[in-house]
């Protein structure tokens, strides 16, 4: 059964480094997230991206953060300068029909840890 | 502004006991509705899902949910629990915006006494 994959499965950076979390959708999906969960906290969006550009970003998403698709499988989250409250889990998800009501796959998340 | 409430933070159950995890939303238009499950350290599986039609759906692990439109709930049942059920579990709603993007609720971890 296709899957979504995310590497690495836990990163330990210190404040102010650049970290860059990837992620292999599922082949033919087109929509791809990224999320994240605070230690004990709920599941908050960052973003979404389809057909080369975000679609939509909350309000997290900040200049620190960026996407790309740098090639036809993976898809990356980079943080410029890490902060301490960056420190959570990131979960890649993607999509491949919105006609089925976007449901979307999770990879298996990666632990950011900012020290 | 859409939101998802689990007002359940913690729900303890025996082992072979049936189960209701509470979920109400709040959103303008017909939702899609999620549960997820995460097992600690684990990522989100998802468990089954409502887009239209028959308001009860089934989905893995012997779970279903039945969709409430005038309480604004979809409520997760299993007539009888696992041991292995013990998680945490996620209702989301997904918006029929530009990106479908998933808003969760904040979870209910169930404990399964055996």
């Not at chain 1, 898809?75 to 449901?103: Q, V």
């Not at chain 2, 359940?8 to 499950?37: K, M, Q």
């Amino acid at each position: 059964e296709p899957e979504v994959t995310q590497t690495p499965s836990h990163q330990v950076t210190q404040m102010g480094q650049e970290v860059i979390l990837r992620c292999v959708p599922i082949s033919n999906h087109l929509y791809f997230y990224w999320y994240r969960q605070i230690l004990g906290q709920k599941v908050e969006f960052l973003v979404s991206f389809y057909n080369n550009e975000i679609s939509e970003k909350s309000e997290i998403f900040d200049d620190q953060f960026s996407v790309e698709r740098p090639d036809g499988s993976n898809f990356t989250l980079k943080i410029r300068s890490t902060k301490l409250e960056d420190s959570a889990m990131y979960f890649c998800a993607s999509s491949g029909d919105r006609g089925t009501g976007g449901e979307q796959y999770f990879g298996p998340g990666t632990r950011l840890t900012v020290t | 502004a859409q939101s998802v409430t689990q007002p359940d933070i913690h729900i303890t159950v025996s082992e072979g006991a049936s189960l209701e995890l509470r979920c109400n939303y709040s959103y303008g238009a017909t939702p899609y509705l999620f549960w997820y499950v995460q097992s600690p350290g684990q990522g989100l599986q998802l468990l089954l899902k409502y887009f239209s039609g028959d308001t009860l759906v089934q989905g893995i692990k012997g779970f279903e949910a039945e969709f409430k439109r005038s309480q604004s709930s979809f409520n997760l049942r299993k007539p009888s629990v696992h041991w292995s059920d013990a998680a945490e579990y996620f209702c989301a709603v997904g918006l029929m915006d530009s990106s479908y993007k998933l808003i969760f609720g904040s979870g209910t971890r169930l404990l399964v006494r055996p």
